[in-house]
């Protein structure tokens, strides 16, 4: 999907919710989670090109690929995270909507946590 049809979609689902809303409320989030979901997998066909492009730089500068998958994995969470707790809010749940949140973080720490011990290994080392 083209950004212009992201940004075309994103407008029209705002309208459109805007106008359910009036009649329905409930269902006003419905069509906000579906047309997220849909902006969402547009977004990640995007990603494929990245990563193609991460791993070339990844070889012409010798870096370790596992580093960049870690990057590309805590930057999904990241935005999948956010995307899941602004859809909680949208719907009215703000506690909820925190949790997420948390967990997102708590995740993300959990997946980096294995680099930051390598790398105060290796400060660690150096260190006489």
């Not at 935005?79 to 809010?89: D, I, N, P, V």
């Not at 708590?106 to 294995?114: S, T, Y």
Request: proline letters at 2%; glycine letters at 10%; one cysteine or more.
């Amino acid at each position: 999907m083209a950004f212009w049809q992201w940004l075309g979609l994103a407008v029209a689902a705002a309208v459109l919710c805007m106008v359910v809303r009036r009649w329905q409320p409930d269902m006003a989030g419905v069509v906000a989670v579906v047309a997220g979901g849909i902006l969402l997998l547009g977004a990640l066909e995007q990603l494929e090109g990245l990563h193609r492009l991460l791993d070339r730089l990844a070889a012409l500068g010798g870096l370790r690929t596992d580093y960049l998958q870690m990057l590309l994995k805590v930057l999904g969470m990241s935005y999948a995270s956010e995307l899941a707790a602004q859809t909680c809010e949208d719907l009215g749940e703000k506690s909820l909507a925190l949790k997420v949140e948390m967990a997102g973080k708590l995740c993300i720490f959990g997946v980096v946590a294995p680099m930051l011990l390598e790398l105060l290994e290796t400060i660690v080392g150096l260190v006489p």
